[in-house]
C-alpha cells in the first residue's frame, strides 16, 4: 500500500532552475535512505543523487554544486533543487525511496516514483 508521488518536472531553458518533490504515502513505517535518479532515452537509469535517514548526502559528478537533495521526514517528502540547468540533465526523473511499510516486512524495500519529464532546451 506504499506509493511514492512525483511532481514539479516540465520545460525549463538552460540556466533554469526547476524543483521536484517525491511524497511517498500508506503504511509507512519508516523511510531509510532516498534518492533520484534519472534516464536519457538511450541511456541506462543513472544516480543523481542520495539522502540517508541522517541527512548524509552523495552526488553524482555531472550535477555536484548544481543540484541539492533534501528530504522533509514530517512530510514523507524527498526533494530535488535543479540550479544552473544545462541541456545534458534532459531525462525522465524517477525517485526511490527504501521504505519499511508498516505491515508483512521486516526490511526495508526500494520503492520507485512514476518518473517526471525535465526538459532543458532553449
Known amino acids: 500500500q506504499v506509493q511514492l508521488v512525483e511532481s514539479g518536472g516540465g520545460l525549463v531553458q538552460p540556466g533554469g532552475s526547476l524543483r521536484l518533490s517525491c511524497a511517498a504515502s500508506g503504511s509507512i513505517f519508516s523511510i531509510n535512505a532516498m534518492g533520484w535518479y534519472r534516464q536519457a ?12 535517514s541522517g541527512s548524509s548526502t552523495n552526488y553524482a559528478d555531472s550535477v555536484k554544486g ?36 508498516s505491515y508483512g516486512s521486516a526490511w526495508p524495500s526500494d520503492y520507485w516514483g512514476q518518473g517526471t519529464q525535465v526538459t532543458v532546451s532553449s
Open 41 to 52: 532515452p538511450g541511456k541506462q537509469r543513472d544516480l543523481v543523487a542520495t539522502i540517508t
Open 66 to 101: 548544481r543540484f541539492t537533495i533534501s528530504r522533509d521526514n514530517a512530510k514523507n517528502t524527498v526533494y530535488l533543487q535543479m540550479n544552473s540547468l544545462k541541456p545534458e540533465d534532459t531525462a525522465v526523473y524517477y525517485c526511490n525511496a527504501a521504505i519499511t511499510p
